[in-house]
């Protein structure tokens, strides 16, 4: 038990990953001569024995402590951070862990194993969503009407901001370089390296008057016309994480936001971070207690002047919603809560949780049928590690299924600015390219990169189609207590990559160039780190070119050989 605990805690704080996916099950299983995996089957027998004896012996202080001093030793943490961990998750994993050890041992097995896994098994990652059949319809021959000639000033302009992480406690001065996870949060007398005023570089998050001052700024040099906000709007410090601190965090951003754009159409998504304890989005096929039922009312809040009717039902089921930005233009915020590999509620049965993909195909349907566009808001990119791997399958699927009727999506969480290409045949990179997802650079400087938002250019003659985007970033290096941050452009898209247009076909034709030549890639991981001298290795460079085609999880068909 305390093996297992401890597996789960320092996933936790690795953020690592355990995907159970056909790709990275392993082929060379070993099996006895009956055609048992005997160490599939010692771990079932072992799983079973610990479930027993849990049922008499009250262990959990002594599992806890054991997991806090494992987490010290192996993760590397300080006391704190472990402690605070093992404490946040104590009630979700003994709750899990009772119940899959009573109704399914060997699936539990499968989480900690991945060769004990079954992919095909309908509540792990091998649950499939029904498509409905594309309707017919019938040909109607109209006079061509000639549209009016719009120039570039009268196309609506979209402002995405993503993974602000606001820190409330950030200090100035303060230590830049401390062992905690996150720094700039404790005033010492001769920090090894000082905090900046406008934030710091590294492993910091960003303070209040930051976003305040990007802000200002964005009201005074552009003309927005709607806002994205695509999740993560609390610090890094989960080890700390509360209902009421949450709650503050998101009022306080929330009349920020609001305040800088009061007539002006804003809607918000659900990041992992805003999970307490973090990544924790329980479904309702789990006790009442668990359900963040705090959060989704709040988000209903947030996001309440600019709903359509009906859209409240939705978003306090599931976190997710749809609603009417304008005629013939819908906007859905799906709730990737429930792709987060972390999300433990989710191994009691990954099968479309709190039927979110189900009812995502069914506002898609609905557009479809009414010949409308939709634009589609989430936090975590479906190919990214942290999304389980049923849920990413099943996303793509949609994707290729209403390709027509999604116009674009709009994502967050790696912190970082890049794309993702979607194909016709999702095994088959050489097949028809047919939807782009944007994950647009974070606010937050966390980890190692300047802060940034982006504007989108959206022509509304013609289905809503993006146009062209322009990332701003401002250089923290620059900025100092008497002197703002100065907000610049980074780079537009089209001038950038000499794209004609922003079709997925003209992307794919993007990343061929990037695979092809090592001076595009080099100036691609700046734009991605808004940073002169990006802090990323081989391997990082490497899943930033797996990230352009990564659209679930196949590395050995998405990554390229560079």
Avoid at 151 to 178: G, I, K, R
Avoid at 218 to 237: A, E, F, P, R, S
Avoid at 367 to 375: R, W
Avoid at 431 to 453: D, L
């Amino acid at each position: 038990m305390k093996v297992i605990y401890l597996i789960f805690s320092i996933l936790i704080l690795s953020e690592g990953t355990v995907l159970r996916t056909k790709e990275n099950l392993s082929h060379k299983v070993s099996y006895d001569k009956y055609g048992f995996q005997p160490l599939c089957s010692t771990c079932t027998g072992l799983i079973t024995v610990v479930s027993f004896i849990l049922k008499f012996d009250v262990s959990e202080p002594v599992v806890l402590e054991f997991a806090t001093i494992i987490c010290k030793l192996f993760a590397k943490q300080p006391w704190a951070v472990c402690d605070g961990i093992s404490s946040q998750f104590r009630d979700e994993f003994f709750y899990v862990f009772r119940r899959l050890a009573n109704e399914s041992p060997a699936q539990i097995c499968g989480i900690i194993l991945p060769d004990c896994a079954d992919p095909t098994d309908p509540s792990e990652s091998g649950w499939k969503i029904a498509l409905p059949p594309k309707p017919k319809r019938k040909r109607v021959f109209k006079k061509k009407e000639k549209k009016p000639k719009m120039s570039a000033s009268q196309n609506l302009n979209v402002l995405q901001l993503t993974d602000l992480h606001v820190d409330f406690e950030y200090q100035y001065p303060s230590e830049a370089n401390c062992d905690d996870p996150v720094c700039c949060r404790q005033s010492v007398a001769e920090p090894k390296k000082a905090s900046g005023y406008w934030g710091s570089v590294g492993k910091c998050d960003t303070p209040f008057w930051t976003v305040e001052n990007m802000l200002s700024h964005i009201n005074k040099t552009h003309m927005i016309d709607m806002v994205l906000m695509t999740g993560d709007y609390i610090n890094h410090v989960d080890w700390e994480y509360s209902i009421e601190e949450h709650l503050s965090v998101l009022r306080k951003l929330h009349r920020l936001v609001q305040n800088s754009f009061p007539t002006t159409p804003i809607y918000w998504a659900l990041g992992n971070h805003e999970g307490v304890p973090v990544n924790s989005f329980a479904p309702h096929n789990v006790d009442e207690r668990f359900w963040p039922t705090w959060l989704y009312k709040e988000f209903l809040t947030m996001s309440h002047p600019w709903l359509t009717e009906g859209a409240d039902e939705s978003l306090l089921k599931r976190g997710s919603y749809a609603t009417q930005i304008m005629d013939g233009l819908k906007l859905i915020s799906l709730n990737t809560g429930f792709c987060e590999v972390t999300n433990f509620f989710l191994y009691l049965n990954q099968s479309d949780p709190d039927s979110s993909m189900s009812w995502f195909v069914k506002e898609l349907y609905d557009s479809e049928l009414k010949g409308e566009q939709v634009y589609v808001l989430a936090h975590i990119p479906p190919g990214d590690s942290e999304c389980l791997e049923g849920w990413a399958f099943n996303y793509y699927r949609v994707i290729q299924r209403f390709e027509s009727t999604i116009t674009a999506q709009f994502f967050g969480h790696d912190h970082l600015d890049y794309f993702t290409v979607f194909y016709e045949d999702m095994n088959n990179v050489t097949s028809k390219p047919i939807g782009v997802g944007y994950a647009a650079p974070s606010v937050t400087t966390f980890e190692y990169q300047n802060p940034a938002y982006r504007v989108y250019e959206v022509d509304p003659y013609n289905k809503f189609k993006i146009v062209d985007y322009t990332s701003y970033s401002a250089d923290l290096e620059k900025a100092t207590e008497d002197k703002a941050p100065v907000w610049e452009k980074l780079y537009s898209a089209r001038e950038a990559y000499s794209m004609d247009d922003l079709s997925p076909v003209s992307w794919n034709k993007v990343i061929q160039k990037l695979f092809k030549s090592e001076k595009k890639r080099e100036q691609f991981y700046k734009y991605a780190f808004r940073n002169s001298s990006p802090q990323c290795d081989t391997t990082c460079r490497q899943q930033l070119m797996c990230n352009l085609r990564m659209g679930h999880h196949n590395s050995t068909l998405y990554c390229p050989n560079l």
